[in-house]
């Protein structure tokens, strides 16, 4: 049992104890009694640096292992190296710190610019400083290869071997000093002739000021051996005295770092530098006064893009958020924010600068939401469609109700920018409500630049309504009267034609254009030319595709004439379209005439229309109306000679109907004269005409000589009733054609079929109605049928 726990006991013994980081790839250095491995921590993954020392590999390397590993953790400055974690055990030392990288990589690149190498060696100053001054120590390792990076770009101090503190007298430095790889090449000249003993006989910081000035030459030149000190090959001309000076071969002249570190700040000199001076203002920029604090911004403003991106990115950047959105760092700030922002890669942006900017587009503060709006343009492209529509949008518009126009007129600007993140739903609908507010500001620079940008996001808008939309915000400000407004309607006009349809070119927008042709401003009247002429171009070319006539072809209607249409043929030509019209609305008519006694008859002329009186038993059948339109369409030719036999001329207008008694053939007749001419309502419209016509004018009006004669034959010997627009002519042609042959008319007219089919019983009555000798001439209304000439001249004027 006991040897089992002995055994047991050995084996964590050999493990060691527990380390929370996994070790990566491998990380090249100088000749080093370290090992540097890239890692990661196991709890949360971030990155970090692993020195390894193996003891078994380098057991006579390992006081100077231990001495490193003590003084990591206890020596805490902003210039030294961040200890994560340590672990020690009899076979191995691990020290796990920040992400580091070894500045010998950048010199051997070649790739540090003049002002980032000034940084560096500033930030090392001030630490060898720190470790000479405050902690009384000597370094005794100062070289490229004991310089590390961090990510944000910072030079961070490492190689802590042989860091001794001088009051010590078993100091590290005496015993082992020379076991330091590579030791040679920077040991001063003093300690090569007398030994590392010989620091106790001059002053300590002596030794770091000659590697110090080393440390200068092989930045500059990348690499450093003992004959090139004091050289000043490719070192900046402002460094030349100090480095000299630093380079002295007697160690009691030499300058010190701290010596070196005064006289750089001085102005003007080498390390009077904005980024020397951000790197010193950036870490207390929240406790800063106001004016300290504009200083300071102003200095970050006139940085050149060749600083170190990293050390914008992880340590100014930061604090520069802190100081928008808590600190009062305001408009200047936040321009100084986007600048750096600009550098990040998508996956930085949205880590370390979204967040902050979704809180500050709800930031009340309107210098801060105007200088938001003005940096959209350079933000925009890394805002996911989705972010900016359901994050920032809602945000933004509460500017365009906002009591100050600044801030009303930056929002509008940058709907331009926002334009192609915004959904279709989200433009037709919350956006166009608010521009149209815009398009009514009191300012007359908003109203300009709401028609401004409805023109330049034309295009977005939904096809269904973006034509009206355009078109009523546009003619809206060709009224406006501020100039501008109205010179950018037509200018936006102009620009938009294409979204408009042929229709709304011609019929609304050439209507608003046009007053603005009269403009009292010459600039408006300019400008209105030049829109008018885009759009009547546009027109005239919709129109070279357009038919000549939008009427059928004349083959299509040569076998049924239009009506209202003159044919080039004869008179039965005319007189099928006089009666087609007449018949037409005389199949519309409806009622019936009686006599005074009951009896259907045709009321005799007097002074007034006569009253319709009722009758007990009406006739209800209207079917004399559609034989006389099927007729219609026939018209006799005007040649056929004129028929004495009234029963033969009423077959011509009025074809046969046995169905038909005689009150039916009246109905149509009467029920058309039977109107009053004072009644101006659309369906009397006719009817009046009609009444109008029965005038001494009519040119089949019976003689005032035949008072003997029948209602019936006063009826047959009437003319043709006239419809209001369009005359009669059948029956006048062929009453004037059998003039021509000689033919009397006399009380022997030839009456319509059916209306001179009488009975006796009907024939009784119709002879006790009165006919007066002389006729009522009744006024017209309108005269527009033809004069009742011998000739054809008559009809000559249609």
Not at 114 to 119: D, G, L, N, R, S
Not at 483 to 494: K, P, Q
Not at 511 to 520: E, G, M, T, V, Y
């Amino acid at each position: 049992m006991d040897f089992l726990k002995s055994a047991v006991a050995s084996a964590m013994a050999a493990k060691g104890p527990p380390f929370p980081y996994n070790f990566g790839d491998k990380v090249d250095l100088d000749p080093s009694i370290w090992t540097l491995y890239n890692g990661t921590r196991r709890e949360d993954g971030s990155d970090c640096s692993i020195f390894s020392f193996e003891i078994a590999a380098n057991r006579s390397a390992l006081p100077l292992a231990r001495n490193a590993l003590k003084k990591l953790r206890t020596l805490r400055h902003p210039g030294v190296i961040k200890v994560l974690d340590t672990v020690e055990s009899e076979t191995y030392i691990y020290i796990a710190t920040e992400r580091l990288v070894p500045l010998r990589w950048h010199v051997k690149r070649k790739s540090l610019s003049p002002e980032t190498a000034k940084w560096g060696l500033y930030s090392i100053a001030r630490t060898v400083k720190f470790i000479n001054d405050e902690a009384s120590s000597v370094h005794g390792n100062l070289k490229v290869a004991s310089v590390y990076t961090t990510e944000s770009g910072e030079w961070k101090l490492g190689g802590f071997e042989v860091l001794s503190n001088v009051k010590d007298d078993e100091a590290v430095i005496y015993t082992y000093g020379s076991l330091v790889p590579d030791s040679g090449r920077y040991t001063p000249p003093e300690l090569a002739k007398s030994g590392w003993d010989a620091i106790k006989r001059s002053p300590h910081s002596a030794v770091d000021a000659y590697d110090f000035g080393a440390l200068i030459f092989e930045i500059f030149n990348g690499s450093f051996s003992s004959d090139q000190a004091g050289q000043t090959k490719n070192i900046p001309p402002s460094l030349h005295p100090s480095y000299k000076r630093l380079a002295n071969p007697n160690p009691k002249a030499r300058l010190t770092v701290a010596h070196l570190l005064e006289q750089g700040r001085r102005n003007g000199s080498f390390f009077d530098t904005p980024l020397i001076k951000l790197t010193e203002g950036v870490e207390n920029l929240g406790v800063k006064t106001e004016e300290e604090r504009e200083a300071f911004l102003d200095d970050l403003d006139q940085l050149t893009d060749d600083f170190p991106e990293d050390f914008f990115k992880m340590k100014v950047l930061p604090e520069l958020l802190k100081s928008v959105e808590f600190g009062g760092g305001g408009p200047k700030a936040f321009g100084l924010v986007m600048k750096i922002a600009m550098k990040l890669s998508n996956e930085d942006f949205d880590a370390k600068v979204l967040p902050v900017l979704l809180r500050l587009f709800g930031n009340p503060d309107r210098a801060i939401r105007v200088c938001l709006l003005d940096n959209l343009p350079l933000m925009i492209d890394r805002l996911s469609q989705k972010t900016v529509n359901d994050k920032i949008f809602p945000q933004i518009v509460t500017g365009f109700t906002d009591v100050a126009p600044i801030v009303r007129e930056q929002t509008l600007k940058s709907v331009l920018t926002i334009i192609t993140k915004l959904s279709d739903r989200t433009i037709n609908g919350e956006l166009l409500k608010y521009l149209a507010k815009t398009a009514n500001d009191e300012q007359p620079g908003i109203r300009t630049n709401t028609t401004i940008c409805l023109g330049k996001i034309a295009k977005y808008l939904g096809t269904s309504s973006r034509s009206k939309v355009l078109i009523a915000a546009f003619s809206r400000s060709l009224r406006d009267p501020f100039i501008h407004a109205r010179n950018a309607a037509l200018m936006a006009l102009s620009v938009t034609s294409e979204h408009f349809s042929d229709e709304d070119c011609a019929t609304r927008v050439l209507p608003a254009i046009c007053p603005s042709l009269i403009d009292k401003e010459k600039l408006i009247r300019d400008q209105a030319v030049k829109t008018l002429d885009v759009y009547v171009q546009r027109i005239k070319k919709a129109v070279e595709s357009m038919p000549e006539t939008a009427l059928p072809p004349e083959s299509a209607i040569s076998g049924n004439p239009r009506m209202g249409t003159p044919q080039a043929e004869a008179a039965a030509g005319w007189a099928g379209w006089a009666i087609s019209s007449f018949t037409n609305k005389l199949s519309a008519a409806a009622g019936d005439i009686t006599s005074s006694n009951g009896a259907s008859s045709v009321p005799a002329s007097s002074s007034a229309p006569p009253s319709r009186p009722s009758t007990a038993a009406p006739t209800t059948s209207n079917s004399s109306a559609s034989p006389l339109h099927r007729q219609a369409v026939k018209s006799p030719p005007p040649s056929a000679p004129l028929i004495r036999n009234p029963s033969t001329t009423g077959e011509l207008f009025f074809p046969e109907d046995d169905n038909n008694d005689d009150g039916a053939d009246f109905d149509a007749w009467g029920d058309m004269g039977d109107m009053d001419d004072n009644d101006t309502s659309t369906p009397n419209k006719m009817t009046a005409s009609i009444s109008s016509n029965q005038s001494n004018d009519n040119p089949f009006a019976e003689p005032s000589s035949s008072k003997k004669k029948s209602a019936v034959t006063t009826m047959a010997s009437s003319k043709p009733f006239d419809d209001g627009s369009e005359p009669d002519f059948a029956g006048w042609l062929t009453q004037q054609a059998e003039k021509k042959k000689g033919g009397v008319l006399g009380g022997s007219k030839a009456l319509p079929k059916g209306l001179g089919k009488t009975t006796t019983a009907t024939t009784a009555k119709k002879t006790t109605v009165p006919v007066k000798s002389k006729p009522v001439v009744v006024k017209k209304k309108i005269d527009t049928k033809p004069k009742d000439d011998d000739g054809d001249d008559g009809w000559g004027g249609w």
